[in-house]
């Protein structure tokens, strides 16, 4: 299977008092969860929100036409990432697996 390699910079959107080495993380995260992408990414975008119940975190990932979004909420930027990711990484594999249902 060919791997579809891609440097994506992603746009960061923020809400209340976010650390910036918490949306620094969250890029290396979505960069990283992103190498799982069956074919190339658009666009994609990134939103830390510290207003909501817990601190969230939103992907909005344009996957070569079909829009794929994931959101998680922890005690934690860092955790509410790392649940980001796993969804993320998840969502993209499930794709590659069953192109048919984009």
Known sequence: MERVEQVINPQ??????????AADYAVGKL???LHHAPAPILRAELTLDSHAPGDRVDAHVDVNGAGVHVHAVGETFQEATDLMQDRLRSRLRRIRRHPSRR
């Open 12 to 21: 960061v959107h923020t809400h209340g008092e976010v650390p910036s080495d």
């Open 31 to 33: 960069t990283a969860a």
